[in-house]
C-alpha cells in the first residue's frame, strides 16, 4: 500500500482526513468500520476484475450473500443497500451502490447519505460510532466509468460527509490501478488549492488544510 496524497479538512468538530491510496483493498488491516463497492443492478457475480471477486477469493465474503438480507436498502432515482459483514471480514459494514436512475454522479454524491443513516442505527443500537470509511473509485472498474467522471462527485459526497458527520474522521480512497490513483490524488491537488485561495483572499494568515504527495 502506497499513500498517494491526503489532506485534512476543518470541521466544528476538528480536522478529518481525506486519504488517497495506491494498493490492494483487501490487504486493509482490519477494523475499520465501512466498505463501498459497486456493482450492476442485481449484479454480484465475484469476476477476477472487480472487488466484489477480491473479497470474494481474498476474504471470503460474498456480496451476493449479503444483498439477500440487508440493513437497508434505497432504490428507484438512487439505488444502495446496507448489509452488516460477516465477523470474520475485515470492516462491520459494506455499502453497495448500484446505477439508478438519478445517473452515476447523482448516485454517487448521494451514496454517503449510507454513512449517515448507519451513524445513526449505531447510535441506536448502543454500538461503536463509524469512523474509518474505505471505498475505490466506485464505477471506474467492470462498470467501465470513466475515471475522471466519477471522481468530483466523489470526492465532493467524501468532503460533505467529513464535514457534516458526528463521528466519521477518516475516508481512505484506495485504487488497485496506480493510474485512477494518481487521478484522484491530482484531483485533490485542485481541491486544496482552491481552498487555500479562498482563506487567502478572506485575509487569513495561514491556510487550514495541508496536503501530503
Known amino acids: 500500500m502506497v499513500r498517494i496524497n491526503g489532506f485534512d479538512v476543518p470541521t466544528k468538530s476538528g480536522y478529518r482526513s481525506f486519504e488517497v491510496w495506491c494498493g490492494d483493498i483487501t ?8 466498505l463501498f463497492v459497486s456493482a450492476f443492478p442485481g449484479d454480484y457475480t465475484p469476476t477476477p476484475t472487480s472487488l466484489i471477486g477480491a473479497l470474494h477469493h ?6 451476493e450473500a449479503l444483498s439477500k438480507s ?28 448500484e446505477r439508478g ?13 449510507a454513512v449517515s443513516l448507519l451513524e445513526m442505527e449505531t447510535s441506536r443500537e448502543g454500538e461503536p460510532g463509524i469512523e474509518h470509511v474505505v471505498l475505490p473509485l466506485l464505477g471506474s472498474g467492470d462498470q467501465r466509468l470513466e475515471p475522471r467522471s466519477v471522481i468530483e462527485p466523489l470526492q465532493e ?21 496506480r493510474n485512477k ?25 495561514s491556510p487550514t488544510c495541508s496536503a501530503v504527495v
Open 58 to 63: 481474498k476474504l471470503s465474503v460474498s456480496v
Open 157 to 177: 459526497g467524501a468532503q460533505r460527509l467529513l464535514e457534516t458527520s458526528p463521528t466519521v474522521d477518516r475516508i481512505q480512497f484506495v485504487e488497485y490501478d
Open 27 to 34: 490487504s486493509i488491516e482490519p477494523g475499520y468500520d465501512v
Open 101 to 113: 436512475d438519478a445517473g452515476h454522479s447523482a448516485t454517487l454524491r448521494a451514496a454517503f447519505q
Open 181 to 205: 490513483a494518481s487521478q484522484l490524488g491530482a484531483a485533490l491537488n485542485d481541491v486544496l488549492d482552491r481552498q487555500v485561495l479562498v482563506l487567502a483572499n478572506d485575509g487569513l494568515a
Open 70 to 97: 440487508p440493513m437497508l436498502k434505497v432504490s428507484g432515482a438512487l439505488r444502495y443497500w446496507i448489509a452488516r459483514a460477516p465477523e470474520a471480514a475485515p470492516f462491520r459494514f459494506l455499502v453497495c451502490v
